[in-house]
Nanobody, 127 residues
Framework: QVRLVESGGGSVQAGGSLKLSCAAS????????VGWFRQAPGKEREGVAS??????????ADSVKGRFTVSRDNAKNTVTVYLQMNSLKPEDTAMYYC??????????????????WGQGTQVTVSS
């Protein structure tokens, strides 16, 4: 059974940090690219960051470059992908989702290329 489980969300003041985790299991996750997306109420889902199969390539939305860092740990039976978020702003408030897609991606921040999705974790940044 394919599972993507996010954790690490919470409430933080502007300027603070959070580290999200995405635990992937039930498929050969080490062969998949993983992306982080977010969606705020009334807004479209936005690609935030993505990391390639082996972790050699990372991609970021302009809005988070220099503040967010995506990384992955390809262990034997599970893969965990992290999103370190620093210098958080109120506009970063959203539900954050991780998603997985097999292989290398031409549009790593495009939500339509991902097959598997987690349930999301809420991030709230207060001013």
């Amino acid at each position: 059974q394919v599972r993507l489980v996010e954790s690490g969300g919470g409430s933080v003041q502007a300027g603070g940090s959070l580290k999200l985790s995405c635990a992937a299991s039930g498929f050969t996750a080490s062969s998949y690219s993983v992306g982080w997306f977010r969606q705020a109420p009334g807004k479209e889902r936005e690609g935030v960051a993505s990391i390639s199969v082996g972790g050699s390539s990372t991609y970021y939305a302009d809005s988070v470059k220099g503040r967010f860092t995506v990384s992955r740990d390809n262990a034997k039976n599970t893969v965990t992908v992290y999103l370190q978020m620093n210098s958080l702003k109120p506009e970063d408030t959203a539900m954050y989702y991780c998603a997985a897609a097999r292989g290398w991606l031409l549009r790593p921040l495009g939500s339509d290329v991902y097959n598997y999705w987690g349930q999301g974790t809420q991030v709230t940044v207060s001013s």
